[in-house]
């Protein structure tokens, strides 16, 4: 009795699903790929959100186009070109690598190595600054004494 | 003295990007299209569903392309930019009724006046998503060879009009 109780309230979230997207296809493959290559497109409406998990109806639009362009048998690069024809590299959340990308995609390494290059100065200009300190040998007998005391007491 | 100037340089360095950053419009995504032939399609018109549109009856003419809907606000304040470009007679513009009702849309150029020469409409919305549209109103700005030249994202002002609309228009007419 339990076990199917159990088992009633683990279909619970799939019929309160069930009810409320109106625009599931019939193949849940479909659109198990459909939702994977929306995630990493952008919404142009809510530009912030991706086209799987937008509400605009650009977005849902769209997504009704990639599902018809997945069900007439395009590839998932296919489609992504198709989309970017249309609206730019802007759709993408990854930006390709592309001449004007590139202070993007390696900027933060130049700016890393940069930093580094300016550590790596900084310390040796210490180092040649920072000298021994010389002690006298009445200072290192002094020095001898207080140590001895501390390790008496 | 010279252990405050790093910080300083890199304080207005920042500062100058984030004024600049102040005035870019996250919005206006450059369009690929440009410099593309503008999509093919068929639709119905607006007036008279019996009769179709295609850009391919536009060959040999400049004219614009505005995306419009009865539903869009932005639409309202480009409105009478578009009725008094309309009445100079400089470049025929055609509309395109963007996911809406046909009565809807007819209702709403009875009311504002018809600048376009015909509307298309796209109920549905696909031929939208051929032209890149994300947002209305749009307006594109397609040469004689059916090339798309210029888009304007958001509604044409006077200034957009001045400056690159018809500047541009004079140009390819010229050709």
Redesign the interface.
């Known amino acids: 009795m339990k076990n199917l109780l159990i088992l009633l309230f683990c279909l619970l979230p799939s019929f309160a699903f069930a009810g409320e997207a109106k625009d599931m296809a019939d193949d849940p493959v479909l659109e198990k790929r459909m939702i994977g290559l929306a995630e990493n497109l952008r919404c142009l409406v809510c530009q912030n959100e991706s086209l799987a998990s937008s509400h605009s109806e650009l977005a849902e639009d769209l997504r009704r186009e990639v599902r018809e362009q997945m069900q007439k048998g395009l590839t998932d690069q296919e489609i992504i070109d198709y989309l970017v024809s249309r609206y730019g590299d802007f759709v993408l959340f990854d930006p390709p690598v592309k001449s004007y990308t590139l202070l993007l995609w390696y900027g933060p390494f130049a700016l890393l190595l940069a930093a580094l290059a300016g550590l790596i100065v900084q310390l040796r200009k210490r180092k040649s600054k920072v000298t021994e300190a010389q002690l006298s040998d009445e200072d290192a007998k002094r020095a001898a004494d207080l140590l001895n005391q501390s390790k008496d007491s | 003295m010279m252990r405050f100037i790093w910080p300083f340089v890199i304080f207005v360095t920042l500062a100058g990007f984030l004024y600049v950053g102040l005035h870019l419009n996250?919005?206006e995504?450059?369009?690929?299209?440009i410099g593309k032939p503008a999509p093919a399609f068929s639709l119905a018109q607006l007036h008279d569903p019996t009769k179709q549109f295609s850009p391919q009856d536009m060959k040999g003419q400049v004219w614009l392309l505005n995306v419009w809907a009865s539903w869009c606000v932005s639409c309202k304040i480009e409105h009478p930019i578009l009725l008094a470009l309309s009445r100079k007679n400089i470049v025929p513009i055609y509309g395109l009724d963007y996911?809406d009702k046909r009565e809807a849309g007819m209702a709403w150029l009875q009311e504002g006046g018809d600048p376009y020469v015909l509307s298309a409409s796209d109920m549905?919305?696909?031929i939208?998503?051929?032209?890149?549209v994300?947002?209305v109103p749009e307006t594109y700005v397609i040469d004689k060879q059916g090339v798309i030249r210029y888009k304007q994202i958001g509604p044409v002002t006077p200034e957009s009009l001045r400056e690159k609309i018809l500047p541009l228009v004079a140009e390819l007419q010229a050709k």
């Open positions: 996250p919005h995504v450059p369009s690929p299209l996911k549905e919305g696909r939208g998503i051929d032209y890149g994300y947002g």
